[in-house]
């Protein structure tokens, strides 16, 4: 396995390849950035490292690799991956436009590779079992869901791309939100989104907090918020509301201590998304390697999952414009 | 205190004021469905009923009335206890037209007698904590808000008024997200409502399940949502958020026992409202009383919080008529 | 009902008496302090009031008394009462010494009086619903029992008489301790107690925090713990735990509000006992009351369960002074 | 490394060991059933297996063991890694007897190899939080201490040794009980134990079922209970509660999905340990191979700390045996 931009994600998964996943070897980095490959490589013990990944895309040696590049350059590169017949696990979303997504699923398709988008909430244990409820008819039909995602901090703002909000955020809500429906698809889009935590950077284009509600095919409803900067730490949850009951994700802190003191009863809370998702991460990865070597297990999450979910942060971010509703079968290349 | 329309509601408030209302005293009561009156009165120890509420309001020994009649009676009773120089207390929502409560209100201005509505949320121990860590600053600056409220059952689906969901349920998501919001009002919503629960009454014009989302002149945003139908009990939570932290309400049940079982580590839930909001119901008429008694205290809940609240209901109601989303200064009478 | 002493609880009830239970007439208070009677008389609007409760025995309006007085006068007060063919509630601990609990006892059968015991826990909806979880076998046969009480906060120190931390606060455990047992009986009791809170009062015999460990008939065995001094607010729980499951009450915080800020997420706590026990205050007087009308619901509190918590109660005390367990069966009169 | 004993315990450290513990590298398993060894080594990719420890001992190429033998078994291998100049990891009980433990403590101490116990909720982060909690000061003085340990279901009940309950099972709430104490140590224990969840096998000595009160020498004292059969789960809590505030441990399911049904909000709970501690079985083993490295960081598990569980599990023996409370100065070997 190689590692394809190694920034804060390309390390973690780098590091999971390395030390975490039964069945992988990490083999190679490539960062264009100068000293960082070689950085990683030199921690984790990986005997390759480039600044251009074409050249990890001509190693036999490699199997599949990992895209963590910023996600304007992920179609090209899992084109490039694709051609060189190199099975490919990309980072969400991805990609910006409804163009790259095609050119890339379509890439992947003709080299006969298998494609697996980053969404690692798919394989948290509790996100897991959720959908087995949807999915078993446990929840009956489903009617109502919620999703949202807060991060606890926000650096950088004046760096965040137009749309971030949507394209990097809530595309982990839009792919839950398709997750846990029981196969109902979206189609039609309304959302709202403002600067208010850095207001001052309004007029810069910065969206740093939205709230979505869709309607799908089966007549079921969604709400999802995001906020780049939650104080009290990283905030992930979801439910999913059927005839037959509800199943919610994630409402209490996965630290399991409470502190009692003259304030109340304290529970504290992660800051860091490591600390909530790290299982996830190793168990996307785990079943990857397994596609990889053949075998397969567990939920996916493939090209056209990253697709649908890029293609319902287009609709959002379209409706921010337009200040109305979007279909989704409005949104094309 | 006299109570006109002894249903549900107004059969709970007369006993509160009979049993549990310090400072009042019931002395009448009146419904025109013959029968229903004289048995609350023998129950309660009352004094007088009668199927004419004229009677009552004819009565000095009344100084105040609580309305608990269907809502389109609510402004006629209202304005006739005004001009009869009673206090009110009248039920939500004040009105099903916006012509209907102004009206109301103007009489109780020129009646010179308080107008209270019946949300009991207000005066709920947690919603009013949840207040208090907004007004005080301690939450920041106000950015998302959730609301939701789902009944346990839906008897007589045939029987729900057009917009039955936003006049009666959600109109207490609505007064939620205005009393949390720290002052800021409402200036847009969206809104998607559909018959989920009992889909073979949509030809009717039923709508059992809405989710609704709003933007503040603030700039902050809510969403809401709404089913008549949650079979895991009854279940009512908001959430404010701000910039500097968020305060929850009504996650977890109120019933404080947890069974362990092969299952898994269950809470039983409540099935009937007064479970959840006795003590809110209890608080309001309390709270009235002490008005009416020339003391106040705690939040209020005027005709005006009455008339915002039903003005989004209405602004919600066009919204899924006419797919987009409604100016609330777009309502007018 | 008349209501014999009244301090902190004696005032408690006679509030509920006049205001919360129906069927119940609030007639007569009775202290020996003076001024005290009085003042709460003309608060709650009671008609009679005086310094020697003599008095109200002698009045045929009494049918039922409330003994709320310190609790080595509770036996004088209940024969006396039992004899002018009276009703009783008394607080708890129906006595100090297991001679004053039998002739209590004894008055009340002789008199052919209804005796209830002030443990309000019994009627308290979680406490009620791990009973019937007992008691419908849903958990099994009984193996193992948890019970705490920790008030918040210790005033006068000074005046807690010796072995209180057993007869007034661990007397409410050592009660659901057979309420939630199954019918099993304890045979033997060891305890430990220490002046935690307050060291520098040891030497005065103060016994400030305790850990108490029992044994039924049925081979279930118990622990308990209490401190008259818990910073972070009242707390108070119990757990069952059988062959098929288990049952906890009192784990969350009744207070649902949880503030999340960047301590973490926080459950404000109650400090005060009437926040978390009002319900089951209000519920124990109303069940009296239907006794003294001549119906009867829910459980009882009877005299026997009452003297069955001081002989534990005893021989914990008895247990701390030897240093060794001692045999439910060895205390005797 | 090299594993000593690759049963249950023992083939989850080997797994770790190859996979997951970063500088760690897995070279050698032993295990006198024959088969168990090679099945394990070819599973983990591990290099030597033999029937007979002594052949890993005399491998250069092993640094450091950890032992997971039968616990009558820990003494001679503790000595004989210990003589052969190797770092020793060994499962808790250290030995069932005062005079193996010390003798293995000593060997350790001559051949100047580190030697750490397998206590892992030491590592646990929550169990770690609560130690801090208390070592900085925050809960103020250590006043009442809880833990218990109950294991889902009972395999093989006519195996489990004599005071097995005590050894193997509460032995890990003994280490949490001197953990969280804040340096106080335990003098006195008290201890009720019975065979209620197979009463059959009574007869034949088992004890599955304990409840233990203890004193310290600050004058804290603590609860602890035990059963080997949970039906609703595996169940791992502990609450330090001091004059400042309380920390409680793990009440809540590590599982953060809620259902709710018509049956209320039931939380699914782990039936299986490495759900709750994996996390910790991971520290501890990093914890090790960070004292062999030379590095050291965190919360030591040392032989002193085996060694005081071990005389706590017998003294709690002897107190079920003489029926009275046994102090700790009074175990000798």
């Given at each position: 396995?190689?590692?394809?931009?190694?920034?804060?994600?390309?390390?973690?998964?780098?590091?999971?390849?390395?030390?975490?996943?039964?069945?992988?070897?990490?083999?190679?980095?490539?960062?264009?950035?100068?000293?960082?490959?070689?950085?990683?490589?030199?921690?984790?013990?990986?005997?390759?490292?480039?600044?251009?990944?074409?050249?990890?895309?001509?190693?036999?040696?490699?199997?599949?690799?990992?895209?963590?590049?910023?996600?304007?350059?992920?179609?090209?590169?899992?084109?490039?991956?694709?051609?060189?017949?190199?099975?490919?696990?990309?980072?969400?979303?991805?990609?910006?436009?409804?163009?790259?997504?095609?050119?890339?699923?379509?890439?992947?398709?003709?080299?006969?590779?298998?494609?697996?988008?980053?969404?690692?909430?798919?394989?948290?244990?509790?996100?897991?079992?959720?959908?087995?409820?949807?999915?078993?008819?446990?929840?009956?039909?489903?009617?109502?869901?919620?999703?949202?995602?807060?991060?606890?901090?926000?650096?950088?703002?004046?760096?965040?791309?137009?749309?971030?909000?949507?394209?990097e955020t809530l595309i982990h809500d839009f792919d839950v939100l398709r997750f846990l429906a029981g196969g109902a698809e979206p189609v039609e889009v309304f959302a709202l989104a403002d600067a208010l935590v850095v207001p001052e950077l309004k007029p810069a284009g910065l969206l740093d907090s939205a709230v979505v509600s869709l309607r799908y095919d089966s007549g079921a409803m969604a709400t999802a918020d995001a906020s780049f900067q939650a104080v009290y730490g990283y905030d992930v949850r979801a439910e999913v509301f059927g005839s037959e009951g509800m199943a919610s994700v994630g409402e209490a802190s996965p630290i399991r201590l409470v502190h009692h003191s003259r304030s109340g009863s304290t529970q504290p809370r992660p800051r860091w998304f490591v600390e909530v998702f790290g299982e996830g991460y190793a168990a996307e990865l785990a079943h990857f390697v397994a596609r990889v070597r053949g075998g397969q297990s567990g939920p996916a999450a493939t090209g056209e999952d990253g697709r649908a979910a890029l293609v319902m942060a287009l609709a959002a971010l379209r409706s921010v414009e337009l200040g109305r509703p979007i279909r989704i079968a409005d949104i094309t290349p």
């Open positions: 396995m190689a590692v394809i931009g190694v920034g804060l994600m390309g390390a973690q998964h780098a590091e999971s390849l390395a030390r975490r996943t039964p069945g992988a070897r990490l083999v190679g980095l490539a960062d264009p950035q100068p000293g960082l490959a070689e950085r990683q490589a030199a921690r984790l013990g990986c005997p390759r490292w480039t600044l251009d990944y074409a050249q990890l895309l001509a190693e036999p040696a490699v199997e599949a690799v990992v895209i963590a590049t910023p996600a304007r350059f992920h179609a090209d590169a899992i084109v490039a991956a694709a051609q060189a017949g190199k099975a490919v696990f990309c980072e969400k979303p991805i990609a910006h436009t409804l163009a790259d997504a095609n050119r890339s699923i379509a890439a992947t398709q003709q080299g006969g590779v298998p494609l697996q988008i980053g969404f690692q909430r798919r394989f948290d244990p509790a996100f897991e079992r959720a959908r087995g409820l949807v999915n078993s008819g446990q929840l009956g039909r489903i009617q109502l869901l919620r999703s949202l995602t807060r991060d606890p901090e926000l650096f950088g703002a004046e760096r965040v791309p137009p749309g971030g909000i949507f394209f």
